[in-house]
């Protein structure tokens, strides 16, 4: 652009009459004629300022310049541009250097600006004066920053040969550009300089000064000047009543610390902070002593008439004072901080104290912009949060130099904060030093959003550095997890006001609350600025532990599958000594499936869960969302109450308490528990990843109502009842008795659709009745119901939901009264009718209902609560159980039972490979099954029968929650019948489950409750699992083997016996199992003890044990029986071999027969399928007596473990009948 075209001499004429046109109109007095003497000055102005740049191409003109007025400016000037008339361009391309690879220097442009400089925005008087400097012309006013500004320049038209000008952010509509004044500018009109003071002014040095505040009445009427080197500024404080700055003013002579600080208040005085330069003296004089409000000292203040003055000591004179007057006070004595007399005892090792200095840099980041966070000289943090910052926001960017003088640095502040702090208080300045040269970034609307909010946690919450710095991390990381699509930027990091609190300060407070407890007191700018010490939020400070971390979902998800996995270890699940005696297929089940619970607490820094609730319309199941994505949740209201009520459907939730559960489900083949260490073994690995918690324990935020309905990615549900303006919607009550399993199952086509085969689609079903007839909605209520044609009529309904509207399937429980509710306009029996039936009228009729409907995808449900329908049934009433006694009856006519029981043990169960989660459409042709252990929770009875529960498809996986620990109310389960009389149950399409508690999170095993033998003879009501203390009489039986770990044949010689064995490995393991008889007293009982509870059961220790077994492996079995008290023992090996010698031998000494601690279970799951026997008269021969007595039949117990008693008095009965 440098190398123009010759111009033609009619275009020099052009652009003087153009500049003519120009400076009538924008810089003449408006209504004024073309001022002749003023365009001349104008033009020369431009001229000597081109010309001065030296290389001008010949022109006398800058005809490629044109002029620009402030409003052409403000509405053409959408890009920021820089223009400079006195730069050649490789000036410019020199200073467009400085950018550096990464910025993009400020694009040149040929404008010519002119105008005057002024610290009033309008044309209003004092009021608007608030220290900007601006740049003034007919059409309009800019705000400006200039580096050092002359006083003297105020009010007058100047051309400013060098700027930059940076427009407001696209977004920003409502935002004012700036101008940054490079260079001096040019004055228009040259100013006739004003003489001098006639006589040298008088003057106070500051030591006078400041010794003169001590003294009353020395000053009356007199308003002193004061000269002195400027040592400091302050910060611009702006209240909402009026602005102020203090500078301080030191003698060179004086001893350091020897100044005398002035208050500068006057509006039209608050400029001078922009001309004060650290360093050079100035006077200023008809200055005042004033006693700030609430303080006990006095400070000099300046007058309305008061003038900041260069220093100029010829001008001067000092002016005599006699100081011999008594003092007026002592210097006040620093007040005693309140922090620091609280916190003395723990600060030697806490508190840190930040360094306070002055330090010159370039900033070279912008870390965060609403929080005033930057970078400078690449290494060192800046925060400007602690001071008003406003006018600097603007400015500040990569590339500015910054003078910060009595800026506090702060190290190692902690909260994820590595870099060193630099952050002014009130009390220095910031000051520009140089401006940059770079383009703004392109800053995004929600970059910049938060400013007010950040403000408030410094100026409200009043949080210090460390935690400031955390806090605008953690919003910024919760901006980064749920904006935009969960929340709008604005929404998140709104301004917090009473009836408007922000969902970001929301999200924190519980955090903030305990590390900084709202109430301390607010900031005293004065006190921060003149007391001595100084004293200031910046000043001490702690190192901050990162308080918390808030994880996306899908972080938190692959985390805990991370940890589900590395702490994945088949050892440690099937622990030595029991997993030696396990086949191989016992192993690969036992490993199937596991499960881990991870707590928040156990990460550092602890993790807090936070997300949307939504209820998956595909799934049925409620999740948590975020931008990340989404994760399965099981939801308690609280301990034992399901989640009723939709309206948390699109909440924020945030919760510290809660469980994320990893089911780790195995495919493996170990031959054996040897393998079991090796990896190469595991076929297939996948993970089941949820979360547990209950809403009691977590923060629920309704996120405002419009976004919603905008977050398409969000529920695609309508949203319940809007309270604003009338919304045509009718709804009918009813309660719900009972719900059925969610699972796929065959409708009937609808007449008119595509009447292929149908697939089985995800829905269930629940059976209520209705309570009352169909409301409308008048205004925001429900209207009166309408009349029933027959009142007496049956109101039992079916509903049935299917597609999406099996988002509601977490919500309905039964004993709770619900309102259905269908948008649009009202539909005469649109609740009456079935529609197009999709359940064949005979299940109707069994299901004792007279209606089917099936709840449309756009109906919505709402839980009715008020003082006609309690929110809720008392859980422990409305649960239907079935009585103990009917429960364990081989009564199989009432198959479906009812109860509560805690898991204690899940299983998977043959055939193997195990289920995995079924893939939709998948073939599968194993048919696995889950087999829950439960412990029945009866109310009349102590004990609690164990029973066990089977899941198989189409029921698998099986729902959420059901591990072991857990407390479920399972309803209308089907009752089976083993072959050995033993009672377990099924899923049917009909069982409903509720999950009533989460496992503990932490276990601990209650000891067995320890009881007589006779005990047991009680049937059903004695306790499943016990232990007593015993007697060993004698050995019924001892069986030893070694069987293929593959198919389980006897090994004799570890040799697989089986027929053309095709065993992939000849690998054994041994098995034992012995039969005993024990007394306590009270009664006999037989027990089977198995494997390595044989051993203790020998009382072996574990090397004779395994030398025992090892003697066993060339026969391959070893079986003794022993027919009774001195009877010889039947034997499959010889009688005389030494090893059935010797185990004859021990089974019938006292290191076999000996008094011990027995824990065991019933060998038999408790039914009154086969009743107890009646006790016997048995006769017995003792000497020449013949006894006649009863006998009650054995009692058939399984070892859990066998303890020695500690001491002979803990033997119970067996002691108390000797
Ligand atoms: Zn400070
Ligand atoms: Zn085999």
Known sequence: MEANPAPAPDSEQAWLEAAQTFIHETLCPAGSSPDVQLTQSVIDCVKTTWLSQGKNQGFPLPLSYSFVSVQDLKTHQNLPCCSHLSWSSSAYQAWAQEAGPNGTPLPRERLLLLGTLTDLSGDLEQESRKGDLYVKDNTGVLTCELIDLDLSWLGHLFLFPSWSYLPPARWNSSGEGHLELLSAPVPVCPSTTSPGPPSPLPVLYPE?????????????????????????????????????????????????????????????????????????????????????????????????????????????????????????????????????????????????????????????????????????????????????????????????????QDVHLLQSVGGGTRRPVLAPCLHGAILLRGFSCQKPENQSFYQAQGASLFEQLVWERQLGLPLYLWATRALEELACKLCPHMLRHHQLLQHSSPGNPSLGLQLLAPVLDVLAPPGSTRRNAHKEILEEPHHCPLQKYTRLQTPCSFPTLTTLKEEGRCRAWAAFDPKTLLPLPESSHLTSCQLNQRVSWSWLSLLPATSHPAQILIGVLAASSHKGCLQLRDKSGSLPCLILAKHCQPITDSRFIGCLVRTEKFQLVIERNVRSNFPSYKELNMTGFIQKQQARVYIQFFLADALILPVPRPLLHSATSLTPQAEPTLPDGPHIEQSRLFLLSHKEALMKRNFCVPPGANPEVPKPILSFCVSGSWLGGTQRKEGTAWGPPEPKGDENKDQKVLLVFRGSSVRWFEFLHPGYVYRLVAPGPPTPLLFEEGGPSCIPQRALELAGCASCLTVQDEWTLELESGPDFPAGPDTSKALPKTSLDDLLSGNSSDSLVSFSAEILSRTLCDPLPAPFWAKPGGTRTSRASVKLTVAVEAADCQSRPHLDIYIKEPHLPPPLGLLPGARVYFSQLEKKISRCHNIYCCFRPSTYLQVLSFPPETTISAPLPHIFLAELLQGGRAPFQASASCHIVSVFSLQLLWVCAHCTSLCPQGRCTRQGSTCPTQTSVSQASIRLLVEDGTAEAVVTCRNHHVATALGLCPSEWTSLLESVRGPGKVALQFTGPGAQPESSAKVDEPLTLFLRTLCTSFSVLRPVVLSFELERKPSTVTPLEPPRLQRFQCGELTLLTRVNPKIRLSCLSIQEPKHPSSLGAFSLSC
């Open 208 to 404: 006078t000064a400041s010794r003169l505040l001590r003294h009353r009445g020395k000053l009356r009427g007199v308003q002193p000047n004061l000269a002195g080197k400027l040592v400091r500024v302050s910060a611009l404080v702006r209240s909402q009543k009026k602005a102020h700055f203090v500078l301080s003013l030191g003698g060179g002579s004086s001893p350091a610390g020897s100044h005398v600080s002035i208050v500068v208040q006057i509006p039209a005085q608050l400029v001078w902070h922009r001309a004060l330069w650290p360093g050079r003296s100035y006077v200023l004089t008809a200055l005042r002593v004033v006693r700030i409000r609430g303080h006990c000292y006095r400070v000099w203040t300046t007058s309305p008439s008061s003038h900041l003055l260069p220093l100029k000591p010829e001008c001067v004179r000092e002016l005599e004072l006699e100081l011999d007057g008594p003092l007026l006070e002592a210097d006040p004595a620093p007040l005693p901080t309140p922090s620091s007399s609280q916190d003395g005892d723990r600060e030697p090792a806490l508190i840190r104290h930040s360094t306070l200095l002055s330090y010159t840099g370039k900033v070279t980041g912008v870390l965060s912009q609403p929080a005033g966070l930057y970078e400078v000289d690449g290494q060192l943090a800046l925060c400007l949060a602690y001071q008003q910052f406003h006018s600097l926001r603007k400015v500040v960017r990569p590339g500015v130099s910054l003078e910060l």
